[in-house]
Nanobody, 127 residues
Framework: QVQPVETGGGSVQAGGSLRLSCAAS????????MGWFRQAPGKEREGVAA????????YYADSVKGRFVIAQDNAKNTVYLQMNSLKPEDTGVYFC????????????????????WGQGTQVTVSS
């Protein structure tokens, strides 16, 4: 199955932390742009962060800068999203996506550019 596998969602109080994992499955991990997206109830999906697996360039949405950290473990073909100082507005379904064979660019948040998507994991932040 060609699909990233996301784990690590859950419920947490405001100010808490969660770490999401995205493991590559069915596709080559290297030389990709790996992105995290989220969709809040009643809202459109939006980009959260992205990382180029080969060259390590990282991008963040302004709403999560200074609170979220995207990182990778090449040995495990896995990308992580460490989410700190969580707010209720961070609530949503978080998706991992891969743009295979292409590094991230300034348009990292452009969803049609990603050709492999995970099923999503729920993150709920209560006030």
């Amino acid at each position: 199955q060609v699909q990233p596998v996301e784990t690590g969602g859950g419920s947490v109080q405001a100010g808490g932390s969660l770490r999401l994992s995205c493991a590559a499955s069915g596709y080559t991990y290297s030389r990709n742009c790996m992105g995290w997206f989220r969709q809040a109830p009643g809202k459109e999906r939006e980009g959260v962060a992205a990382l180029s697996t080969e060259i390590g360039i990282i991008y963040y949405a302004d709403s999560v800068k200074g609170r979220f950290v995207i990182a990778q473990d090449n040995a495990k073909n896995t990308v992580y999203l460490q989410m700190n100082s969580l707010k209720p507005e961070d609530t949503g379904v978080y998706f991992c996506a891969a743009r295979t064979g292409v590094p991230c660019s300034g348009a990292w948040y452009y969803e049609p550019g990603y050709n492999v998507w995970g099923q999503g994991t729920q993150v709920t932040v209560s006030s």
